[in-house]
């Protein structure tokens, strides 16, 4: 089992709706990093949290420590919103990500 | 504010051929890193540089692979020779440093990376 889980692997959706990507961990994190990833292959910097609530344009993610648990929302969804997304966490002490192994995002026009 | 540059965006070369990928990292990040990622895969990381400084190469295949950064800042990944097993996407990222419990400083930036296809 991983170490994290993102749900779900794949999603397709219509442009306009209401996205939630999951990520579940297993271990003690310092912090939780969502990446977005495009097929060329570059990766951006979304959020970066440990604890609460982050809100970027039509993004929002959440994190509930207790449960291990983060949500990455995406309001009012675009085309150019499909991507890869990545859930990657922060054990205490390390700089060394654990990468989940993503959510793969398509947004139909 | 420029990002993290990598250079070739996409190179393609012949097996036992050497090959060699470059990165700026954001101005003022001390610390670098090498991540390689195969398709379907996270990243794996290669090497993390503090400055100059090679703090962990642990997950570096040193027979073939090396990397430098001389001046602290820009960096250089080498495969010397190829295999077919290499083809992937190699990451550069930085940040400002590396901090316990400082998440602003821990937070690592990724430049568009380097698909490899070796032939």
């Known amino acids: 089992k991983n170490e994290v889980e993102q749900s779900p692997q794949n999603l397709t959706a219509q442009e306009g709706e209401f996205i939630t990507i999951n990520c579940s961990y297993s271990?003690?994190?310092?912090?939780l990093h969502w990446l977005q990833q495009h097929p060329g292959g570059g990766i951006v910097s979304l959020f970066m949290?440990?604890?609460g609530k982050k809100k970027h344009g039509r993004l929002i993610a959440t994190i509930n420590i207790q449960e291990k648990h983060s949500s990455l929302h995406i309001t009012a969804s675009h085309p150019r919103d499909s991507a890869v997304y990545i859930c990657?966490?922060?054990?205490?002490?390390?700089?060394?990500?654990?990468f989940g192994t993503g959510t793969r995002l398509k947004v139909l026009a | 504010e420029a990002g993290v540059v990598q250079s070739p965006r996409y190179k393609i070369i012949e097996k036992k051929q050497p090959v060699a990928f470059w990165c700026n990292p954001i101005s003022g990040h001390n610390t670098l890193y090498w991540y390689r990622q195969n398709l379907g895969q996270g990243p794996e990381l290669l090497i993390r540089y503090e400055n100059e400084e090679a703090v962990d190469d642990s997950q570096l295949p040193k027979d073939r692979f090396s990397a430098e950064r001389l001046k602290g800042v820009d960096s250089t990944l080498k495969i010397q020779p190829a295999e077919l097993g290499d083809s992937a996407v190699y990451l550069c990222a930085s940040s400002p440093g590396w901090l316990a419990g400082q998440d602003h400083y821990n937070e690592q930036f990724f430049g568009p990376g380097t698909r490899l296809t070796v032939l």
């Open positions: 949290l440990s604890s």
């Open positions: 271990v003690g994190i310092s912090a």
């Open positions: 990657a966490v922060l054990p205490p002490g390390t700089y060394k990500y654990i």
